[in-house]
């Protein structure tokens, strides 16, 4: 089962536990900026992440608002994810208080 968490656990685990992260949104809006470490993961590329992730360490899916994230959670908890958390307010309220990059 996947958990629902705010931004500033995100954060916390990102810091303390090394969490990945893993952001759902389309290429164009990840490029413009996204969390430092997170991997753009659609239908495309999935099989790949799921393969190549360890599975032991917390995984957070962000996407716009934090709605979408959840069943994405839920997948990746089910693919064997231990630890498998869905962002509240996804990127719209992770820019508000937290730093975000560009793609180089």
């Not at 089910?78 to 937290?98: A, H, I, K, N």
């Amino acid at each position: 089962m996947f958990e629902r968490i705010s931004v500033s656990r995100a954060a916390v685990l990102i810091e303390t536990e090394q969490a990945l992260i893993v952001d759902i949104r389309d290429a164009n809006t990840f490029a413009q900026g996204h969390i430092e470490g997170a991997v753009r993961v659609d239908n495309e590329n999935i099989g790949e992440y799921l393969a190549q992730a360890d599975k032991s360490k917390p995984l957070i899916v962000c996407c716009y608002h934090g709605n979408s994230s959840q069943p994405a959670a839920d997948v990746f908890n089910q693919q064997g994810f231990e630890r498998s958390y869905s962002m509240d307010g996804g990127m719209c309220e992770w820019v508000l208080t937290l730093p975000v990059v560009p793609e180089k």
